[in-house]
């Protein structure tokens, strides 16, 4: 496993990733928003979005270095399970900066292969030795191990799950980045507190690179990360819960990762079975998400926004009790 031979405290170690990963967002954003808007790879208003103005893209690029310069610099060796990280994230970055290419250009990114490419990023980590494996038996401590078919459906289902919830979720200044880094805290707490320091180190550099993409994201946003940047965001959130609080649960505790995701799971249960319902393809964006509801309901897109991270640090809160109790 990476870090197990570290001899840092670990304390400094996840400070230093914190704060380096912090940092390459904060230095890298700018240059490339210039480079965004010599290019013209901005996102232009349309009836469905919020800003009136184009705003530039390409915060994907930072928010994937913030996290791999650390990542690679704080390991102590090279093993499969980083390998497949890192192939998975670029495959993951690669497929959301096409979609993102073909959104300035007013035009729609088929939603097959954009698929097959998220689908095939998990199977490259499931390939690494990142799975759902089990779950233990509450009181017996009898560990009950899943055959290899559904740790494999488990585990794809979950990380590209994981990764479109948080991309689906991307629709306000300052949204995705405040619930991903509320969600990525609960994960570093649940690591820290089952003794995963490899979860944890993950956990903490995604919180580095999202309050980092946040203070050029917030309202008014200075620069996006398309779905680039949130399909990765969401890659790893669905990486560190496998790697992490899905390590050993029980019956009970599975539902730890499930609450510190909790805004974007449940609310894109509800989108996908209204559109469902509707008729509608499940993968066409339209104005069912929460956000939009909040918004239809009169709140302003700053209300909307801290309310959802006020629910999202309940159910956060709520899944580290659960977590101490189980």
């Not at 819960?241 to 390590?247: N, S, T, V």
């Not at 509800?270 to 069912?288: C, E, F, M, T, W």
């Amino acid at each position: 496993m990476l870090f197990q031979n570290s001899k840092e405290p670990k304390t400094l170690l996840y400070a230093v990733a914190f704060i380096l990963s912090m940092i390459i967002v904060l230095v890298l954003i700018p240059p490339l928003r210039r480079i965004a808007l010599r290019m013209d790879f901005v996102d232009r208003p349309t009836s469905r979005k919020i800003h009136k103005e184009p705003v530039p893209h390409l915060a994907s690029i930072a928010i994937f270095l913030g996290f791999m310069i650390p990542y690679i610099l704080l390991s102590k060796h090279w093993d499969k399970e980083m390998a497949g990280i890192i192939i998975g994230s670029l495959l993951i970055l690669g497929i959301g900066m096409i979609d993102d290419w073909y959104k300035t250009k007013g035009k729609d990114f088929g939603a097959l292969p954009k698929t097959l490419i998220q689908v095939s990023a998990a199977v490259i980590v499931y390939s690494a030795g990142i799975s759902f494996e089990g779950m233990s038996v509450p009181f017996s401590g009898h560990m009950i191990i899943f055959p290899e078919w559904l740790q494999f459906l488990l585990t794809i289902l979950w990380i590209f799950g994981v990764t479109t919830v948080i991309n689906f979720m991307d629709g306000l200044d300052g949204l995705s980045g405040g619930v991903s880094a509320i969600s990525a805290l609960t994960l570093f707490i649940v690591a820290i507190a089952k003794g995963q320091p490899q979860s944890a180190i993950m956990a903490i550099i995604l919180i580095g690179i999202t309050l980092g993409y946040l203070k050029y994201n917030k309202p008014p946003a200075k620069i996006y990360m398309g779905d680039a940047g949130a399909t990765f965001i969401g890659f790893m959130l669905g990486i560190i819960a496998l790697d992490g609080a899905f390590k050993q649960v029980t019956v009970i505790s599975i539902l730890v990762p499930v609450l510190a995701l909790g805004v974007p799971i449940f609310d894109n249960i509800y989108v996908v079975i209204k559109r469902h319902l509707n008729g509608q393809p499940v993968y066409k964006a339209d104005r069912s998400q929460i956000h939009y509801r909040l918004l239809s309901w009169g709140l302003s897109p700053k209300q909307a926004v801290l309310f959802i991270y006020l629910i999202s640090a309940c159910l956060s809160l709520s899944s580290i009790i659960l977590m101490l109790l189980s």
